[in-house]
């Protein structure tokens, strides 16, 4: 395939320096954090309605989305690092090439949930084995929301895209108006209007079109800059093989991820409303420095993928060292805020004083979350940029098996306390399955 070294998508890249990895995650971090924010104004929003129910119903839903739209992460994850290595080995063409397929396996993906969302439906929410109150607000909060899904599969592929090509800017900029407007829309559609659950539905599935189609147009704007590749050259077999393998592989990863958190809603649903509320809560503690986390792993992933398309191992390890640092501060930054003010953001999202008394039970367990998350996500980071797609997998296997042997000793024996020590069990596993396999990492980026 030829090259185009001056073209804008595959130019020189900067030095590995503290100021490029802020320059790389600052806006990761604030679009991220936009994310669980959104989740937190629509719980804030269903909490001050006249039962918990509500809540429930919109925690259930959007665990059920997070787990059909999150079995298509690799749509961001592995878009991203294909970018990175072309753009490190200055492949204007492939740089191209590699949006194109994310984009058609996301519309015929997106279309494909429309049209089997009768069959979801009715395999999932039995799982959920939520009380009929809540399943029954849920099920309309899903039979609304389903019809976003082209444009939110689409949003990983432009999202994965502009994090590969270290456009991370643009990436905030297409976050704050999708969460921005939904959070707008929510207010509006939920609270003002008074539609509850179906306001907050449609208010996302406004938000997430708007927002697709918006960096589409910015997207194609960029690659007309490039050297646009042709049908034969998208379509090519070994970069379609390439691309297929890497993304089978970080979508069992992904299923497996997002099974783990259904088994803890199910969990918190099983032992009644009142604790599955409060998990509800709860877990946006955990969304937020998840995702201001993220913020370094989408960083590392972008110089990961440069260093080993460009053969630079001293770039490699500079990138993973500095984001390490970065990390760890910002993880023990965010404990120390919920350590500190955890009653205060619980009363914040919830007006229901049972509900309130519950979470307090358990807020430091949400507390010590970005503590023992950090690894695993700054790793996922890692790989991602690798395109180790195959040993992502074979570490959430084990990091699963070892989640599912916490869960059934730790729950019959600490109830609700037992559910929260086994997902921290989950993040330590994640990190010591993958530590394992990154010599192989290492060993990608040739020496100069």
């Known amino acids: 395939m030829s090259t185009a070294p001056s073209s804008p998508a595959a130019g020189d890249t900067p030095p590995i320096s503290h100021a490029r990895i802020l320059a790389l995650a ?134 994965g895209w502009f994090v590969g090509l270290s456009r991370t800017r643009t990436v905030l900029l297409l976050q704050l108006l999708l969460n921005g407007l939904n959070i707008a829309l929510d207010l509006v559609l939920g609270l003002w209007l008074g539609w509850g659950v179906v306001g907050v539905a449609v208010g996302t599935v406004i938000a997430e079109w708007t927002a697709t189609l918006t960096g589409l147009a910015i997207a194609l704007a960029y690659a007309r800059r490039t050297p646009l590749p042709s049908w034969a050259q998208i379509v090519e077999r070994a970069r379609i093989v390439r691309t297929i393998a890497v993304n089978r592989d970080i979508m069992i990863r992904s299923i497996l991820l997002l099974l783990a958190f259904a088994i803890f809603t199910r969990e918190g649903a099983r032992a009644g409303d009142l604790t599955l509320a409060a998990n509800a809560v709860l877990i946006h503690f955990f969304h937020v420095s998840a995702y201001a986390l993220d913020g370094f792993a989408f960083a590392v992933e972008a110089l990961v993928g440069e260093a080993i398309g460009g053969k630079d191992r001293t770039a490699l390890r500079r990138a993973v060292r500095l984001t390490t640092l970065w990390s760890a501060g910002a993880a023990l930054f965010a404990s120390l805020v919920y350590l500190a003010a955890g009653g205060l953001v619980i009363d914040l999202l919830t007006i229901l004083p049972e509900v309130r008394a519950e979470a307090r039970v358990y807020v430091l367990w949400a507390a010590l979350a970005p503590l023992t998350g950090l690894w695993c996500f700054l790793l996922d980071g890692i790989f991602i940029g690798a395109t180790r797609g195959r040993e992502m997998r074979n570490a959430m296997i084990a990091a699963f098996a070892v989640y599912l042997a916490a869960w059934a000793m730790l729950i019959p024996a600490f109830g609700n306390h037992g559910l929260w020590a086994t997902i921290h069990v989950f993040f330590i596993a994640r990190a010591l399955t993958l530590l394992v396999y990154y010599p192989r990492v290492v060993g990608d980026a040739e020496a100069r």
């Open 26 to 159: 600052g806006p990761i971090i604030l679009s991220n954090v936009s994310v669980p924010l959104l989740g937190v104004v629509d719980t804030a929003i269903v909490g001050r309605l006249d039962d918990p129910a509500f809540i429930g119903a919109v925690a259930v839903g959007a665990t059920l989305f997070s787990f059909l739209y999150w079995s298509f992460g690799f749509l961001r994850m592995g878009t991203t690092g294909l970018t990175a290595q072309a753009r490190g080995a200055r492949d204007g063409i492939e740089v191209t090439a590699c949006l194109a397929r994310a984009l058609m396996i996301a519309g015929a993906a997106g279309a494909a949930l429309i049209l089997l969302q009768a069959l979801l439906a009715a395999g999932t929410f039995p799982l959920m084995d939520a009380s009929a109150e809540v399943e029954s607000h849920a099920r309309t909060y899903f039979a609304i929301r389903i019809w976003s899904a082209p444009a939110a599969l689409g949003m990983f592929a432009l999202v």
